[in-house]
């Protein structure tokens, strides 16, 4: 009875999320494709070869071996239930829901597959003690914090290639030069794809809203097909810029709010609708996955022997990589920095998750940047609840206020 | 390691080596015009022990070399890595915190040089009295005067053993035998004279503090495939017509000490090669030597073990560090007392370098003879000590 | 406007003088109660001394040498005494830096790392203050952010600890040994040479000399000393040079054998024997060791790392070069840590099985700071496997105020008496044999 109750707040989340978003929507029916994807995802009884817990590590190593990874990166409610046992009463929700999932009888079988457990948190580490002891196989890939030590780029890249050893062993396919070159630009089209799309639809909430455009970045991780997603998003795209072009923008225009922190995730889409409500227009979510997007490989990244090639994929990551797994978050900061001077935000909501302590410290630091430009910020902190959508709402609308009066007194300024 | 890769590798090394084995003869390193088995004391004591000892020389010189150049490539090449480069080269006078001496090294110390000195010299000192017995050890029995027979010549010379009447045959295995379930690879540990140098050229790279090669999994599964080649050319040489001992590396130390001049082939370049990587690993070849293995693949019905206490472990991995064999189980071990293995050549550095107390010992047939203490290992830092 | 600065500085004057009445009482006040805990053996002046004089007189620790701070016990300090200073361990337990820090970090970091964070935003411990460099090592989230936010203050360098402990992690640890090296180099501005290196094993290979045979005496049942003693000595471990150290517990060990031969024991009836690990203890919130041993316990183990774990295993030496030494020092920093830091920690099932079996523990107390989340992680499965054995363990979460004082005193009282229960047969076992 109790497993049964569990299912169905695992199906009410995916569905009350997919009624809100094809209700939303008026001009696209192409965007079905994506809610299948996700839909596909969550019903799926497939039998994984190569599971990632998270979005720590880059991907294209996996592809290259042949293996479609299946990513666990949290977001239902449901899933942290089914994991409440095994873990302490503070750990983070994502952590909760990913184990969760791992745990899970019945849909997914987990019995043959690869983990690679990228040690962003502590949860992080200390989960990959518990699957290894119910005997699973695993492949840790520890990061090193500090990106100015003189070997933390090598480390790095020793962990990266033990990594695609792993995998190659588990799937039994050899890696090869050409097959790690294919997999690198199947993930730079697909990410250009995606960075084209968000482009194009950013400014224009009337034709693909807000959850839409979050939910199509979403299901890039729940696809077992990239090639075939990659020319769904390129078809989609067309379209949006045609629909752009037919349809100009009217009515008022909202104040433009970007979330930052922890990572939302379908089907945990409270925060996007209740901004949505409150009358502001959420241009983007700013956490780590949102910048990996710009990863895109030059032909000159991709040359040299294969091992020179995986070196290169990991060290171009390493710089750039923006998770708060390191001491400086500095990639973010510089980031945040030009999205500021672009002029492209009037306000940021700073998502916490309860128990993701690393975001918590993050936020002092873009707390003083933000205090220096004028911008106001809102700390939310919440975890994968429903209970508080009230409470946040109210403090959301007041935030809302604040920043429409913030737009008269600048326009009362230019006058 | 996958198994797949050290059959591999076992293959490659096999057909290397063994080529090389079979050609040995091809390539001679020192040649005497006339080769002059017979010895006495009294050439010992001449100017002629000199010329005999010509091979020995030239080894040791070469070797020196070999040594002095690796460190000077090495010092080059760390010159390049910023944070190495920083500490190269600086004064070394002073003295690490040492151990006091414990008992059980010293009578290995005695026993290895007593033992070594009376296989190379013991017949001509006191007579041969013993010599139908085989031990399985790396002393080179060319050396007709040696104390006891060496078995390593029969085992790589199986067509000649069995032409042998039966009684030599018996007599043969039974002592070779013998060795193996009494003292099993303590030989290695304590009898061997290639152990022995092997021994001193690992001191004299700790007086200088000269940097060696450390424990690295790596490095210890590349060589057990080349153990298991040597093996195989060790068994198999004579069958194909070679002769093993143009090739063993021990032919230059035993005969030409007791005054024999003989030729050296492929041995002369293999004794640099064991003088060099001794220096900078220790007993690099007693990890590839076929007759240890030999031995070793009997170790469980031997009567020396090595027991640990699982409880008392904390994991520090020093008998890892400080193993010559590069026995990881001592250290990963959890449940089992007796960890005892196949390559263990029961010199004791590992019961020497744990830190608690009683965790390891060396047993023999059950008793104690050497358990760790942490007031050994302490016993550099003692108050009133500085 | 300059009415206004000088309201503001004494705003601050007055802030500050609070803080530091507050801070001198409270450590004043535990270290009155560890004092006055019976059974002190003779020879524990220094060690208060020094507690007292960097908490209450709030002094420096008055080295000629340069201090350098470290977090953790990872960090080895014989580099930092080849390197010609003196290393201090800045892991904070005081409650009002806690309070101050409470509003600096984030509401969930755990009460150590607010400590420091209040300690650091207020500027007035010199231990703090006096520290040119401070050396972190990467072992939780936690750390990992205020080594960040550290480095905006003072100079600070962090150590990248591996989550597993392969060959290949103990090769980038040694490299990193040599990084940390370098760096103490350039800020000392004394070279680190063989010789200096060699000395520093022997100066703390003392210490820890000392510590096996304190640990060796400790041992004895019934009882030598008590739990907290030994933690305020291990505490105090921090703040002293190691030379300094090891002199005073040599005097410390002597008068522990005067009192063996002598059979004069800390108390005749047998005690519960409680085992304390998880989260350090740090003082001055030694309120959970005081209260075990006020409520009738004997803390007869302590698994922390701030107790007996910092300095306990030594390094061993298998290679005379410098490289070795260097080795030596990685492979004892790593390899026997039972830190949760590690992704697989089972080591320190054993560790605590270790510890059970040579003190002949009956209780194990499991002690859990607010917001650690790695050690919380561990107690599930620390809690079977010890229940396998027959041994009952709780969880103690407890933070950096006195207000949970009764709560805890409630529960651990609770827990003796079920100790006490569990005692009872053998305690008439021996009755009938006198009679």
Redesign the interface.
Known sequence: MANNDKTSVYEWEYMDSFDRIWSQQKHLPEIKYFLDTEYSWAKNQCRPKVVILGTGIPEELAYACGAAPYWLIGGSLASTVWSDEHVPRDTDPVSRSILGYINRQGTVDFSDSLFIIPMTSDSMRKIAYQLKTEGRTICLVDIPPQRSDSKSSEKWQRQILDMTKAISEHTGSRITRSSMISAAQRISKARYALNAFLNISRDRPDIVPNATRLLIQDSYYRTFNINEWTYRLQMLTAKTAELTRRYAYVGQSRPKVMVMGSPIIFPNYKIPFLIDDVGLNLTDTVDSTFLKQYLIYEKSDLHGSYSRIIKNIASAWYSRDASSAFVRNDSMYHYIKWRINKKDVEGVVYHVLKGQIEQDFEFERFEMLFAEYGIPMFRLETDYQYQDIEQLRIRLEAFSEMLTQNRYKEVKQAK | MKIKKKIIIAALSCAVLGTIAYFAYVFPFYEFEQNDYDTSLDKILSLDYLKTLAPLFIIIGLSAIGIVTTVCLRKQMLKKDKTYSRFAGREKSGNAPKQKPVPFMVIRWIMMIGFGFMMIWGGLIFGLKMSSVSIPILSCPWNTEQMTESSCYYLSHLNELFELPIKSILLFFGSTLLFIVLLGRTICGFLCPMGLIQDIMDKIRQKTKTEGISANEKLYSTLTPIKWAMLLIFIGLCFVGGNFCNFCPAVAVSPILAGMSTSLYVSGFLMIFVLIGGFFKRRLFCNICPLGYLIGLFHKISLFRIQKDCTACTECGACYEACPMGIKQIYTERNKTNVTDSNCIMCGECVKCCPEDKALSLTCAGINLYTSSRKDIMSGYTPKKK | MRIMITREQERKARQDKRFISKETQTAAKYLRSIDELSGAPDGMKPFLDTLNRIYVEMQGLNATQKTIGTYCVIAPQELIYAAGAVPVKLCSGNYTAFFVGDD??????CPLVKAVAGFKNTGLMPVYEDCSLMIVP?T???K??????L?EQCEVM?M?I???????E???FV??L??M??RL?DITGN?????SL??A??IT??A???L?EFIRLKKGNPYLIRGTHAMTIMNAAAYMPAEQW?DAL?SVNDSLKNKEKSGRLVTNKKLPRILLTGSPIVFPNMKIPLLIEEMGGIVAGDETCMGERGL???P??????????M??LA??SL??CPC??????S?RI??L??LI?DNDIQGVIYHVLR?C??Y??????IEEELGQLGIPVIRLESDYNEEDVEQLRIRIEAFIELIKLKQEPEKRKTGRRYL
């Open positions: 600096i970090a984030p509401r969930d970091a990467v939780c989230d936690c990992k952010k205020i080594a960040g936010m480095s962090t990248h591996p989550t597993s402990k392969g060959d290949d103990i090769d980038e490299s990193q040599y990084d090296a370098a180099e070279q680190v040479t063989y010789d060699a000395e094993f022997r290979g003392r820890q000399y000392e096996s090891a040599h306990y295993d030594p061993v030496i298998t290679d005379d070069s410098f490289d070795g030494m080795r030596a492979n004892r390899r026997p949760p830091t590690f992704a697989d920690n080591q054993y560790r099985k270790q079996k917001g989340l790695v919380d992680f561990e107690y599930k499965r």
